[in-house]
């Protein structure tokens, strides 16, 4: 039997792997240092008294003739050897991959993306609940949006499920859990910071530019771009929508710890004023592409747009 556990979830691979290797006196085998004929002669070695043999085997994608080989052996590999392919990714056109597509099982482990706050918040409630660590709704929301974390892609953000087992790991002994352990053990995420410059942007703009020179020295000024359009177009969302934050959280994919705290903005917004907001934003956003403005100047430009239209 084989089968591959790749992707970019590190935490549900492993526990997978975990799975598999379970009652198994598993072989670890890192090929990352390995050449072709040592990975053949380590997968196709026959040991006395081992009628059955379970393999790990990591970092082969690493070397293309390492893998190549890989691909060249897996026809001779012995019934009774189970053999777990262990890759964060794997490059799709590859001879060796496509020969795996034949003859494996392949399980893809992504990490959960910010619109799918459900999933992370029963993931959540799973773990904790495994780890005896007993935590509110409200606390458990605050965590998950403060494991929210850059996925490559602008403005894309994912949900650290690493970030949320230290922390449920180190909460677990305490008899109750308040805010202010989380706190401790979990700060808020830079996106938070971000979240005041946009309600600031919005509510005080001098006070905004002033923050604004702060993040200049910890954050990416072209995440802070990306984490501001989001928070407009999620206070959009509360501004026009005639539902209850919870279901338009559902329907944008949003988590609704973060949308109700876009709330009291939502209260006093006219349909007028987020036209306005919108159309300063799309500029930015515009001018971020096609020119080669500094990005923070972009940014500070932005709010001082906004200052001298309210």
């Given amino acids: ?31 990352a240092d390995m050449t072709a004929g040592e990975l053949r002669s ?9 009628t059955e043999r379970c393999i790990v085997l990591e970092n082969a994608s690493q ?21 777990l ?8 056109r ?50 998950c949006e403060r494991a929210l974390v850059a ?25 109750t859990v308040t805010d202010e352990a989380i706190d401790a053990v979990l700060p808020p ?26 993040l200049h020295h910890t954050e990416e000024p072209y995440m802070v771009l990306a984490l501001l359009g989001g928070q407009l177009q999620q206070l959009a969302a509360l501004t026009l929508g005639q539902a209850a934050t919870d279901t338009i959280a559902h329907d944008i994919g949003a988590h609704p710890f973060v949308l109700g705290r876009l709330e ?10 987020l036209r306005q907001l919108v159309e300063l934003f799309a500029r930015t956003d515009d001018l971020s592409k096609s020119t080669a403005t500094a990005p923070w100047q972009l940014i500070e430009t932005l709010i001082h747009e906004i200052r001298d239209t309210s």
């Fill in 85 to 92: 392919v262990y890759e964060p990714s794997l490059d799709k």
């Fill in 264 to 273: 009291p903005l939502a209260r006093v917004m006219s349909v007028e004023r």
């Fill in 151 to 175: 996925d490559g892609a602008p403005g894309k953000f994912v949900y650290d499920q690493g970030l949320l087992i230290q922390a449920i790991d180190a909460l677990a002994p305490l008899d």
């Fill in 42 to 50: 380590h997968l196709l070695a026959q040991h006395l008294f081992v």
């Fill in 189 to 214: 995420a830079p996106h938070a910071n971000v979240f005041e410059l946009f309600r600031l942007i919005v509510m005080a703009p001098d006070e905004a530019l002033t923050l604004c020179q702060e």
């Fill in 63 to 83: 070397q293309k003739e390492v893998w190549q080989a890989l691909g060249e052996t897996i026809a001779d590999l012995d019934a009774s050897t189970t053999l």
């Fill in 94 to 143: 590859s001879k060796t991959y496509k020969i795996l597509q034949k003859h494996a099982t392949i399980e893809v482990f992504d990490r959960i993306p910010q619109a799918q706050p459900a999933r992370i918040r029963q993931w959540t409630d799973a773990y904790a609940a495994g780890q005896h660590c007993i935590i509110t709704p409200a606390q458990r929301d605050r965590m």
């Fill in 1 to 31: 039997m084989i089968t591959v556990l790749t992707g970019a979830n590190d935490v549900t691979r492993r526990a997978r792997l975990g799975e598999l290797v379970t009652g198994a006196q598993a072989e670890y085998i890192d090929a």
